[in-house]
């Protein structure tokens, strides 16, 4: 497989973005890399988004030379290989259950010795076979991006072990969930950010995956060199597509209101 560029912006210590693919027309995707961005982020865990359409997106990622990350509804082992063998780059699985569930997810994504993914020569992952197994089982294991949210009690429990473990790519805060973990609804509020820099803090100390930070969002609304400064390796870009459109069609509509007299 190619190389990951998430993975490759990141190991030249800059930040990696994406943005939310959010709309169901692989066009997006493509729309996605054209625009410059290093990451399509593919949603299955908040759209009805189904398997042969995400097969679409990954098609169109590559097409653009833009990864393919997708987020799982959960930490579905058989859901999770067929994504691989379709040719994602990158998986991100939500609400991880602490240090059990992040092994579980290396187990899902990374061949032996580092984990336990089902073997399939065929896969367009593989290039249907046209590549060796030896090297698809290297370029796997070195190229897939592995993120888990750790965004409720059992993840932020043990970030630090989530952190260590090897296989693991990315420890993501997810901005909705993690306030309402913290129980403050309120961006501006302090706490937020002063509990968000302790949880870095631990991930920096390890040394080993980096953090992930949404930008701009509305729950946490954080810009690129605050990221930059808490050691964020990527960070999936807000407004997603649609509220793009909606904003710049509104605005649209308000300018011909105007000129035309409707108020």
């Known amino acids: 497989m ?3 560029r998430v993975k490759e912006v ?10 939310y693919v959010a709309l169901a027309d692989p066009q997006i995707v493509e729309i996605i890399g054209l625009a ?9 865990e908040h759209t009805n988004f189904d398997l042969p359409l995400v097969g679409e997106m990954i098609r169109a990622a590559d097409l653009v030379g ?8 959960g930490n579905d082992a058989n ?14 699985i939500p609400h991880i259950e602490g240090i059990e569930g992040a092994k579980r997810a290396v187990d899902a994504v990374r061949y032996p ?13 593989a290039r249907f076979g046209t590549v060796s197994w030896e090297d698809h089982i290297r370029q796997s294991n070195e190229e897939i991006l592995l993120s888990v949210m750790a965004e409720d009690e059992k993840g932020i429990d043990d970030i630090e072990k989530i952190a260590a473990l090897d296989g693991i790519d990315l420890v993501a805060i997810g901005p909705t969930d993690f306030s309402e973990y913290m129980g403050i609804r309120d961006p501006s509020d302090p706490r937020l950010r002063a509990k968000l820099k302790e949880l870095a803090d631990k991930v920096k100390a390890i040394g080993k995956a980096k953090l992930a930070v949404s930008m ?9 060199q605050e990221l930059l400064e808490l050691g964020v390796g990527y960070s999936h870009v807000a407004p997603p597509p649609p509220s793009i459109l909606l904003r710049s069609m ?13 108020g």
């Open 79 to 92: 859901i999770i290989l067929r994504l691989l063998d379709m040719g994602a780059e990158g998986i991100i």
């Open 113 to 125: 010795p580092l984990g336990q993914r089902g073997a399939a020569g065929g896969s367009r992952a």
């Open 250 to 262: 509104t605005d649209r509509v308000a300018e011909i209101h105007r000129a035309t007299g409707r």
């Open 2 to 4: 190619r190389r990951n």
């Open 10 to 19: 990141m190991a030249e210590g800059k930040l990696a973005i994406g943005t």
């Open 66 to 73: 833009v990864a393919s990350i997708i987020r799982v509804p």
């Open 36 to 44: 410059g961005f290093d990451a399509a982020f593919i949603d299955m």
């Open 216 to 224: 701009n969002h509305p729950a946490l609304p954080l810009g690129p």
